[in-house]
């Protein structure tokens, strides 16, 4: 069964009168990849939080097949959208297997315990997320690219059909980068709906299927396709500097870069 | 290396705290025979005409009973502190709610003797009342200090019941300043904590204070495992992350309150604990907790014996458990147990 997660219209605020967002509408089907861009503070994360059902929207609805995210008890909510936040800093020891069980969580409750099920669905994740040998290492040792691999692991043992993923790659260096979101790609292949919030335009152009760009001014600029989103007028406007886009030579994807600010000098001196 | 559960460590802490529970039943001024109480008891006699059983029955057991639940709790209370503000030096004590009821049962103690406040109230003691009294106001304000839209703030909240803490111990002092000599003695003795409770009434006020809230930390021990693991992650899985913060809280201060208030101060229990039995548990709550639950009993009731047999005359137990917990922790930060807390 296909789930679909719709916001309309949706506002949030932290405090009266200041919006983070608004207005903002979107919807998540399986199969495709969402990206939330935008400048920092332009309140991609706080939409995602909203989008997951962690904040409830100040205005506007975001529903799940037709009813409101709210109306769902937590462990029906997590076993259809999984989250996962930017940073994950576990206070105790746990091995990569024991992180994995714990996605486990919303099927088993609070008082229930690990079934022989739950752990072939956990072995099934590590299987998908090629994270095999990394089975019995104490998840702190782990560097950055290993760990959103076993993260992303664990989220996927909740049996979602929906992943909202707060900057994944943020951390991780180019090929790392491209591993997650080749990682990403071939998931949503597989039926998985994805929203991905990242800083990165260009890895955003080349993977999803769809982005969404919030600016400054807390409002939704564009949304659509890549390179309809994707334009120096678009993209100029919401980060109030000078962005130009070529073509990758390779991908055809669109290509971002910034130009430096007037009165510097951006070319490297020798 | 990930710590797995070292089951032959764990069935060893397993004997070891029964051991010492049925020691201290047997171990003190006088070494009782179970035979011999046995043995009374099949023959019948009342409790005044055998001495072996009369004192198991009315001042060993209670004793026993009293370390137990109190070594229990306070070990619990620990383990849900340290999950819920995810800090290793969390413990019971530290958001100010025993040096509260200290300046509580202080301030009874000087308004007692200076305003001739009754000794008992509805046969309570007032000592006892505003202990736990003074205990419970920290709670509160340390709750409103951290509490926050979404969640509570761990670290307001450690700050907060640690300057609420000086300021109880300022009360203290001052306290300590208006009494009169011998009454400082007096109180300075209830302060270092002693299970040495006369009959079943403090008994049935442990029972009944104590049990359901360990019964209630206990229930959320897959819940500690996924805050533990990241809060937000955790609200993503469908953990209502402050309520779990706010029932811990309260549920914890309000175990450790009526703790102090019954046997006064014991330090190091809640903090020693549950990092001893982590290190052959790991650190699934699901068995670090009752595992917490049976070692904090039997480490009382062996410091007890120490207390009252090895010790000169009848040493207050606070002093042992923080002569024999605080090498002992320096033990466990030797041997570096703490790397897996430094992210």
Known sequence: ?270 | MVRRVRIPFVLAFVALSLATTLLSLLIGTETLSLGQAWQEWRAGLSYADAPVLGILVQQRLPRTLAALIVGSGLALAGCAFQAMLRNPLAEPYTLGVASAGACGAWTATVLIAGFGLPRAILGISPIQAFAFLFAELDILIVYLLAARKERISPSVLLLGGVTMGMLANGGILFMRYLADPERVVMMDRWLMGGVDVLGYAPIKTLVIGVIPCMLILLAQAAKYDQLGFGAEIAAGRGINVKMLQVTTFFVGSLLTAIVVSVVGTIGFVGLVVPHAVRSVTGSRHRLLMPMSVLVGGGFLCFCDIIARKILPGETPIGIVTTLFGGPFFLYLLMNRRFTDWET
């Open chain 1, 1 to 270: 069964m296909t789930r679909i997660l719709k916001a309309e219209s949706a506002a949030y605020a932290y405090e009266p009168g200041k919006d983070v967002f608004a207005d903002v509408s979107l919807s998540i089907q399986a199969g495709e990849i969402v990206g939330l861009v935008g400048p920092n503070g332009s309140g991609k994360s706080t939409l995602l939080r909203v989008l997951c059902g962690l904040l409830r929207p100040r205005a506007g609805r975001v529903t799940l097949d037709g009813k409101t995210l709210s109306s769902y008890s937590g462990s029906e909510r997590a076993r259809v959208l999984a989250f996962l936040p930017q940073a994950v800093n576990p206070a105790f020891a746990l091995s990569v297997f024991e992180v994995v069980c714990l996605g486990r969580y919303p099927h088993i409750g609070a008082f229930g315990a690990l079934r022989p099920r739950d752990k072939e669905i956990a072995e099934r994740c590590i299987r998908d997320t090629e994270v095999e040998s990394l089975r019995s290492r104490d998840f702190l040792t782990l560097s950055g690219g290993e760990r959103q691999r076993v993260l992303l692991a664990s989220i996927l043992a909740q049996e979602p059909n929906i992943l909202l993923l707060d900057e994944p790659t943020s951390s991780l260096d180019i090929h790392h980068q491209i591993e997650i979101f080749s990682l990403l790609e071939r998931l949503a292949h597989e039926g998985y709906g994805i929203v991905v919030v990242t800083h990165d335009l260009n890895l955003a152009a080349q993977f999803c299927g769809r982005l969404l760009l919030l600016a400054d001014n807390h409002r939704m600029l564009a949304a659509g396709a890549p390179d309809t989103v994707l334009t120096e007028d678009l993209l100029s406007r919401a980060y109030a500097s000078q962005i130009r886009v070529s073509e990758n030579p390779v991908t055809g994807a669109p290509l971002i870069w910034a130009e430096p600010p007037r009165g510097t000098n951006g070319t490297k001196r020798t």
